[in-house]
């Protein structure tokens, strides 16, 4: 759908003022002290390190592409088989929530060792995209019409036939939308494996290179240029997604109540345990095949290392002791945060449906947000909020925001005209739209959105405390990487696998209730 002229001379004319008001506090060094420069001055540092650009920014792009490429396709694999066998989904909900979970600055240390060259990087920046893509797979190929898909089968059409009339048609602007958000999160996991791998290329390397030399507008000028590398990434998706979906979108309401199923507890609890064994025998398959290459058992610890570790062994209570006391400061901001962002995401993504100029104008401040590396802002988010809740909540709301965003504004796009006309018929206005008509419609999307930041808040906590304010799971595990403790390292990373599952699993549980009582299951 083509943007009314006034939409985009609002667009502009909105990043033209935010622009003159950053150079207007920049150069007044309203804010913490100079260490947020002004546009011109961050112009002028990105000039004269011009010469230093070229080979970081390929080596950051050419990993982050190959992660995009490579996590995407999986993830949309992987999404089709989940569609179509929901055993395979169930199955692997485990493995899909530790991979999404997992806080990718645990494994940097880990898989620099592990693995050769750069491909820690694309590992990291294809594990980024994997969980958002297939969320958006399932999604979208799941909220279907039930009588289309009733419709094939009466001409004769099975699974595959549905799958490629129905489900692939169906889903497809909402699986455009998860690869848009992907392309972002791909920049930001290359970034974040540069900042451990000691590469001599990349912009993470550059960062980290240029942090003690007191520039505020280099280290500005490098992240920019990191979200840059993301909005011209989003833009080419978001173009295909026009070119490709068009305004194609659902015609009908999928109708029908949610029928009550029959409860198979015995069977219940054989997919849980399947669900919960998978990463742990990929654990110890990924152990056993690194150790047949020679990487060192010290570095790599299987689950019964871990074990002894935390339970067996003479220290073990003093590990527990210590997580225990680290997980207590790292949980309540995660999920304070997790709320806050996607309170945050939900009110922005309302206010750009019914302004599409303002969400156009606000749009490349999200994507500062999420492709930014947070090395670079996190001074100037400690001077202006504090190295306490305040710090904390401003990351871990920049890393939760921007996913939950894109998918909540997919879901309200998508709501039919026919619709909109209804409610317009009626004599109701946008607030009846929004009320009867758009939040029901697009709440399993705002389950999904749920569902993405749930894991990525308590990571965003992780992030603050490594980078800021030196308390709980982040900052132990920053200690732990000094001291080369790679069982520590393990445990932190095991447990916060664990506590983002939880996360997650109380999320799935309350989108299940409200789909029920909305009568919205998947098809």
Not at 2 to 28: D, Q, T, Y
Not at 80 to 88: D, E, I, L, N, P
Not at 178 to 192: H, I, Q, Y
Not at 474 to 497: C, F, H, K, P
Request: proline letters at 6%.
């Amino acid at each position: 759908m083509s943007v009314p002229r006034s939409h985009g001379s609002a667009r502009w004319w909105g990043l033209l003022a935010l622009l003159a008001l950053w150079e207007l506090v920049g150069r007044g060094q309203w804010v913490a002290g100079g260490a947020l420069p002004a546009p011109s001055a961050v112009l002028l540092q990105w000039w004269a390190d011009r010469g230093d650009y070229p080979a970081h920014l390929w080596g950051t792009l050419r990993t982050a592409l190959a992660g995009y490429v490579i996590g995407n396709v999986v993830a949309i694999a992987c999404g089709m088989a989940f569609v179509r066998w929901r055993g395979a989904e169930r199955l692997m909900a485990g493995v899909n929530v530790t991979l999404f979970a997992m806080p990718t600055i645990a494994l940097v240390p880990i898989l620099v060792i592990a693995l050769p060259g750069e491909t820690p990087r694309v590992v990291l920046a294809a594990l980024s995209v994997y969980y958002p893509t297939m969320v958006a797979t399932v999604l979208g190929m799941t909220q279907v019409d039930p009588r289309l898909v009733d419709l094939v089968h009466v001409y004769g059409g099975r699974g595959a036939a549905v799958m490629r009339f129905v489900r692939w048609r169906s889903g497809l602007p909402t699986l455009l939308s998860g690869l848009r958000t992907a392309a972002p999160a791909a920049v930001l996991g290359s970034l974040l494996a540069e900042f451990g791998s000691g590469g001599s290329a990349g912009l993470g390397t550059y960062l980290i290179g240029s942090l003690g030399r007191g520039n505020p507008a280099r280290l500005w000028g490098i992240g920019l240029t990191a979200t840059l590398i993301s909005a011209a990434a989003y833009a080419t998706v978001g173009l295909l997604a026009r070119r490709v979906a068009g305004d194609s979108l659902p015609a009908s309401v999928p109708l029908g109540r949610v029928q009550a199923q029959p409860r198979r507890r015995l069977q219940d609890w054989a997919w849980l345990l399947a669900a919960v064994a998978m990463p742990v025998l990929l654990w110890w398959a990924f152990v056993w095949l690194m150790r047949a290459r020679g990487v060192s058992e010290v570095v790599l610890r299987d689950p019964l290392g871990l074990w002894q570790h935390l339970v067996a062994s003479e220290q073990a209570p003093q590990h527990l002791q210590v997580l225990g006391m680290a997980l207590l400061e790292t949980l309540p901001p995660a999920l304070v945060g997790m709320v806050l962002g996607l309170g945050f995401a939900f009110v922005l993504a309302v206010v750009t449906t019914f302004w599409r100029g303002l969400g156009d104008t606000l749009l490349p401040v999200s994507l500062v947000t999420q492709s930014m590396p947070l090395v670079a802002l996190a001074p100037l988010v400690v001077l202006i909020f504090g190295r306490d809740w305040g710090g904390t909540l401003a990351i871990t709301v920049s890393v939760t925001f921007f996913p939950a965003f894109v998918t909540i504004v997919q879901g309200l796009q998508l709501v039919p005209r026919t619709l909109d006309d209804l409610v317009r018929a009626n004599g109701g206005r946008r607030r009846a739209w929004l009320q009867y008509v758009a939040l029901p419609w697009s709440l399993p999307y705002l389950c999904a959105a749920a569902r993405l930041a749930a894991p990525r808040a308590f990571l965003g906590v992780m992030i603050a405390e490594w980078l800021a304010t030196g308390v709980g799971f982040g900052n132990l595990l920053n200690e732990s990487r000094g001291q080369m403790d790679y069982a520590m390292i393990w445990s932190v990373t095991v447990v916060a696998v664990l506590v983002a599952v939880v996360l997650h699993a109380m999320t799935v549980a309350a989108e299940r209730r409200l789909l029920r009582r909305f009568a919205l299951a998947p098809a």
